[in-house]
Structures are given as C-alpha cells and as structure tokens.
C-alpha cells in the first residue's frame, strides 16, 4: 500500500539552527511531493511542490526540499529556522497515475523553535 | 485568494446526534474533499468529490456520508455521532487543471460526548 513516512514526530531547535524534516513514500510509480505547513490555530497551507524537473524546490519562507527518487525522500530544509516556524509540517504524496485527486499523508512533525 | 469556509470552527454534540459540516468554497473548484485530522495519525481522507452530485469514498468512510448538491458546497454528515469521530475536520477544495494542490478551510473541531 503507499505510504508516507515522517520518522521525527517532535523536533524542538534553537533559533538559528538548521532545519531537515525527513519525508520517505512507498510508491513505484511517478508522484508529485508536496509539504504542507500549520500554524498554531491556523490552516493548513501549502510550502512548496514538486512536480517534475529540478529536484531541488524552493518554497515561501526560506523552506526547500530535495526529492532523490531513488531513496524516495523529498527532505524539508531551512538553513536558520526562525520562532515564527514553530508549526506542524506534513508530507504529502499522490500517485500521478492514480486516476483521483488522493493525497497521501505523513503523520506531520511538530517543530518548536526556542527563541 | 481562494477561500474555504468551514461552518463551525468548534463543535459539541451528544453521542446518537446527526451532524452536519459545512463546507464552501469560492473560486468554482471542481474538486472538494474532507478529511479527519488525528494526533499521531495525519490526515486521512474520508470522501472527496470531483464534480456535482459525484462522490468517491476515501479510506474511513464508516460512519460518515457527504453531499454535494451545489459546486460551491461539500457538506459532511455524522448519521449517528458517535465518541470515536472526535476529531478535528478538515475541508479542501483544488481547481482541476491544478488538479494536484489544495486549498484546505480552517477545520472544524468537533467533540462528540
């Protein structure tokens, strides 16, 4: 079945420090990666694609992601997170031959950032 | 700006209640879809719709049926409320020729007693 994988579920950073949120799918076909953020009490907004081309993505807020398809990971990075990232960040997958609209879902990490 | 609305940002209902969520959007997107948001568990789709009257289960329909009588509008009802569908709901919309990015509403967090 395809999946998503976020294997760090809490990352707490100082303000500053360098951000890798891990992102593995399960899938054999072609996909288009997304990251979604959420804000404390807001809603969940997109961060950046990818769909084809350059495998390295850049997204709002100093955020870019990495896809290497044969580890199937799509890592998010910030090189200075700041206080205002404090948030929960999902990876989200879908299948582009699927023939729906399905988005698959990580089960999100939340980062705080120390100020 | 595309803009989801969600009817209700908190709810309380009694186990047995029907429940109705609301959900509209307004940049005439074709698709909508809702989703149930779980600590430690993501999102996971519940039922989506790509058209008017059309609708697709997603992967915990149980419990739960939609409507889609307007474009604009994607609503989500709990026939029988029960204290397993606590949960935070969340509404999206996405334009077909962008078929693959979603707008999501504000979420609707529901507590069934």
């Known amino acids: 079945a395809q999946s998503v994988s976020q294997h760090n579920h809490h990352v707490i950073l100082s303000e500053a420090a360098s951000l890798e949120l891990g992102c593995n799918y399960s899938y054999g076909g072609t996909v288009n990666l997304f990251w979604y953020v959420q804000y404390p009490g807001q809603h969940l907004q997109l961060l950046l694609k990818y769909f084809s081309g350059d495998p390295l993505v850049k997204g709002i807020k100093g955020f870019e992601a990495e896809f290497i398809k044969s580890k199937f990971s799509f890592n998010l990075r910030k090189p200075s997170v700041q206080w205002s990232d404090t948030a929960e960040y999902f990876c989200?997958?879908?299948?582009?031959?699927?023939?729906?609209?399905?988005?698959?879902f990580g089960t999100g990490t939340r980062l705080k950032v120390l100020a | 700006d595309v803009k989801v609305t969600q009817s209700s940002r908190y709810l309380v209902k009694r186990t047995g209640e029907k429940v109705f969520l609301e959900c509209v959007q307004d940049m005439d997107h074709e698709n909508m879809f809702w989703y149930r948001q779980d600590p430690g568990l993501g999102l996971r789709l519940i039922y989506f719709?790509?058209?008017?009257?059309?609708?697709e289960k997603g992967d915990i329909p149980e419990g739960y049926s939609v409507s889609r009588e307007k474009k604009e509008r994607f609503s989500l009802i709990l026939e029988s409320a029960s204290t397993n569908q606590t949960s935070m709901y969340l509404c999206?919309?996405?334009?077909?020729?962008?078929?693959?990015?979603?707008?999501f509403g504000p979420g609707t967090r529901l507590t069934v007693t």
């Open positions: 999206a919309s996405s334009p077909v020729w962008s078929r693959y990015e979603q707008y």
């Open positions: 719709s790509y058209d008017v009257k059309m609708k």
């Open positions: 989200a997958v879908t299948p582009t031959t699927s023939g729906t609209y399905k988005y698959i």
